[in-house]
């Protein structure tokens, strides 16, 4: 598992944004987005690029990986 921190989430609609275009990733499997710690939770291995570029795309960002 690959963990981020992912920076302005506030609620469910926030992680279900951040899950689809997470999902749209060739490779990324499981994923998993706790909106209170702000951690996002994924198999794969996608280039942390493509990640940041679809969180951003899902209007979050992506902070750091863990």
């Not at 499997?29 to 794969?44: N, P, Y």
């Amino acid at each position: 598992m690959h963990e981020y921190r992912i920076q302005g989430m506030t609620c469910a609609h926030c992680a279900a944004a951040v899950t689809r275009e997470v999902g749209r990733i060739a490779g990324v499997s499981d994923i998993s987005v706790d909106v209170s710690t702000g951690i996002l939770s994924l198999a794969g291995d996608a280039p942390e690029a493509a990640i940041a570029a679809a969180v951003d795309e899902a209007g979050y960002t992506l902070v750091a990986a863990r």
